[in-house]
């Protein structure tokens, strides 16, 4: 078995997360509506995908062109920020990864390596995956790529990949029509996206979700 599990709001609490870290901007007389306008403000990748994606030295760019701020302490405050991210994470989340073997866990996030790398290596919760993917790309590409180094016929072994956004569960179950797709639901988490016909399962929670992964073995 291979489980392929996205991080942000289904692992870690990005939505507080993300309060903190506008917070801090705050803290520079950076007003919410100069530091939300400039955040995603970012053309789609060379293959028209339609997730953006956050750098945070672009976003510092566009808001220096507004206004005047102390750019190095900024960034000084956001890096204590990243060094420890383990409050973020939920909390039924070693509940479940506990359950499996490295090589049965795989982590994939789409958003810039530098800055997404820094809140994941920093949750507490990295050693617990076999490997460890930051794309830009879309995710069918990466899962493809582990599944094509295994030795285990792709008949023969069972693929789960957990997100909380349809669209990314459509584009890998179209790619990879064999894999069990579960949409993780969280009430606290950004999206409410609904079930679509690429989705197998949805699950409120990841003890929900551990549930359905057993039931699939």
């Not at 789409?110 to 460890?132: L, W």
Request: aromatic share 14%; glycine share 4%.
């Amino acid at each position: 078995m291979k489980i392929f599990i996205d991080f942000d709001d289904v692992l870690f609490d990005t939505r507080n997360f993300r309060a903190d870290f506008q917070n801090i901007f705050s803290q520079f007389g950076i007003a919410d509506d100069i530091y939300t306008r400039n955040y995603y403000n970012y053309p789609p990748n060379n293959q028209n995908f339609p997730e953006t994606i956050y750098i945070l030295e672009e976003h510092l760019k566009k808001i220096g062109k507004i206004i005047s701020f102390d750019e190095i302490a900024l960034k000084r405050k956001i890096q204590n920020l990243l060094k420890d991210t383990r409050k973020y994470v939920f909390s039924d989340v070693e509940s479940l990864l506990q359950n499996f073997s490295r090589k049965e866990l795989f982590l994939i996030s789409h958003g810039d390596p530098n800055f997404q790398k820094k809140k994941i290596n920093n949750s507490g919760i990295s050693h617990f995956f076999g490997v460890v993917k930051i794309s830009r790309i879309f995710k069918s590409q990466e899962i493809k790529k582990i599944i094509n180094k295994s030795d285990c016929s792709r008949k023969k072994e069972k693929y789960l990949f957990l997100d909380d956004r349809v669209h990314y569960i459509e584009e890998v179950k179209k790619c990879l029509p064999e894999i069990i797709t579960i949409l993780i639901k969280r009430p606290e988490g950004r999206y409410w996206d609904q079930k679509n016909c690429y989705c197998n399962f949805t699950a409120k929670n990841l003890k929900k979700a551990l549930r359905i992964i057993k039931g699939n073995k």
